[in-house]
């Protein structure tokens, strides 16, 4: 599960992402962690000291003002661009040359006592930025829709004396198994289907990658509350990466030359439908024929099915995608929700016309 961060490493990398659906990368390049550091120290008011020895001896506090302004933190072209040079080899092996980085992300800093718990995302109030986060994977618990083949870069801003976070391994292999938050994984009734728990105690300078169909929360909470002293606080950001994604409203990097041609060299050459699945969807999205391996059932590439029923408007195709994808003997809900959810799906103009130049087949779709 924990790999140092180089080239060498990569095939590895990407084989325990196919396996786990997490990993830990170790000696990563700082460039990510220093900036987004500053910035959680410029919109926290705490010092980057302050922030590192939150994790152990905590001691931390913030106005509901601060926990507000956290709720929602902004991508900026530095951060952005010095991501995509850490972080774009490995990216482009799991998602594909064409890679969306999310205009927004999440700061956190949950103390080791925490006991209040929310079921769903973002609230306005900010109150998401300190609560534990109940069962859930990226792709349904976000309001906008985006790829079941995206990946979250989660980064520690410091070390903490605790569990950050639990994860269900291999759960990103078993299809759409939620289509809402869950309780915690002490208190969801049938959780036993999805398989083992595993807890994770961060570092600062590590960074976790994990797929987006990945069920996860937020670590355990002590079951007494320290009566008094420090309260460790895990401070962390969390930054998403799609593939192309002709549904969302940003503007798509080009990480390869030739990138319609890079795929279909890559995809000859891949027999793993997870790793298959998001250079469908971007030929799908870019209405280019697709060689269709056999799928089986659950597997994350029916979702490129459901794309290529968006661009040729076929409701019937878009239906069969999501009845194959959506796991009812081991997930929590219906194939009709999943059917309601997907159903206002529409094609942007906005990520086809930002690689028009490089990609002439990026003729642009949408209103």
Known sequence: MYF?????NLDEIVAAFQRDGVVVLTDVDPRPLNILTRMFSEQSGLTPEQIQVAGQSGGVEITPEVRRRLARGYM???????????????????????????????YQMKPRSQTDVILRGYHGDGREVEAL???????TA???????????????LNSFDGKALYFYPGSHRLGLLANRWLPRHDRAEGI?????????????????????????????????????GPDPTRISCDLRFFPFCGILDSEASCMRPNPIDWIRERAAGLTDDLLLAPLYETLAYLGQPVQWSALPRYSVA????????LVKGDENLRKQAIEALVNTEQGFDPVEEYHQRFA???????????????VPEAEPRGN
Do not use: M
């Open 4 to 8: 140092k961060l180089d080239e060498k």
């Open 76 to 106: 900026t072209p530095e951060l952005r661009d010095s991501c995509l040079e850490v972080f774009g080899d490995l990216l482009v092996r799991l998602i594909g040359p064409l890679v969306h980085t999310s205009k927004t992300f999440h």
């Open 133 to 139: 986060y109940g069962i859930h994977n990226e792709f």
């Open 142 to 156: 976000a309001r906008v829709l985006t790829s079941p083949s995206a990946v979250v870069c989660w980064v520690a």
């Open 192 to 228: 036993e289907r999805v398989g083992e728990v595993v807890e994770y105690q961060p570092e600062r300078g590590q960074v976790l990658i994990f797929n987006f169909l990945l069920l996860h929360g937020s670590g355990a909470a002590f079951e007494t509350p320290p009566s008094s």
């Open 302 to 309: 029916h979702w490129a099915r459901f794309v290529e029923g």
């Open 344 to 358: 206002a799906a529409k094609l942007c103009p906005r990520p086809y016309e930002s690689i028009k130049e490089v």
